[in-house]
T-cell receptor, first 115, second 113 residues
């Protein structure tokens, strides 16, 4: 398996623009997580899905952020409109959680810069 | 919610020495304690984990110890090598809530020659 795939790897956009980050989890995994990493706040869980259903979105910072998982092999995280404080590295991770907390496999991340 | 504290934030050791990173947590219901290593430009990767039914687990040069009474756990790396240089994160989970982890703030480990 190629592991968790994220695209794009780097995104530079202007304030006010819409940004869409994409993730393909490992085949067979039933959990998908979106994290944000910054120097100030560390690694924050934004939202996670189980079997394509959002379970906990309490980490989503504002209504400007939204996430979808239309099928087991694809998820998106959208920011609209983007702001400079959204600049961070966004990670997607997946796991097989049937027997409880399982190892989370992280993608390489998307480095977002909002100018 | 769960609160995880991690210390130190930076750690510099000489090659061959041992390194210890400590974490404390707040929720006594937590029962899963993984450690992740993050190399520059990459996502975190699991290196070892422990569940609450054991007090210590070893895997070659790395080990994790858990004290559930005191609600703290530690990562021990022996005979450190330059390739151990990275950022290490502890995390805490509860198998009852299935897969959700709370991460510590990270420790930047530098192994010098």
């Amino acid at each position: 398996d190629a592991g968790v795939i994220q695209s794009p790897r780097h995104e530079v956009t202007e304030m006010g623009q819409e940004v869409t980050l994409r993730c393909k989890p490992i085949s067979g995994h039933d959990y998908l997580f979106w994290y944000r990493q910054t120097m100030m706040r560390g690694l924050e869980l934004l939202i996670y899905f189980n079997n394509n259903v959002p379970i906990d979105d309490s980490g989503m910072p504002e209504d400007r952020f939204s996430a979808k998982m239309p099928n087991a092999s694809f998820s998106t995280l959208k920011i609209q409109p983007s702001e400079p404080r959204d600049s961070a590295v966004y990670f997607c991770a997946s796991s097989f959680g049937r027997f409880g907390t399982g190892e989370q496999y992280f993608g390489p991340g998307t480095r977002l810069t909002v100018t | 919610g769960e609160n995880v504290e991690q210390h130190p934030s930076t750690l510099s050791v000489q090659e061959g020495d041992s390194a210890v990173i400590k974490c404390t947590y707040s929720d006594s219901a937590s029962n899963y304690f993984p450690w992740y290593k993050q190399e520059l430009g990459k996502g975190p990767q699991l290196i070892i984990d422990i569940r609450s039914n054991v007090g210590e687990k070893k895997d070659q040069r790395i080990a994790v110890t858990l004290n559930k009474t005191a609600k703290h756990f530690s990562l021990h790396i022996t005979e450190t090598q330059p390739e151990d240089s990275a950022v290490y994160f502890c995390a805490v989970g509860d198998t009852g809530t299935a897969s959700k982890l709370t991460f510590g703030t990270g420790t930047r480990l530098q192994v010098t020659l």
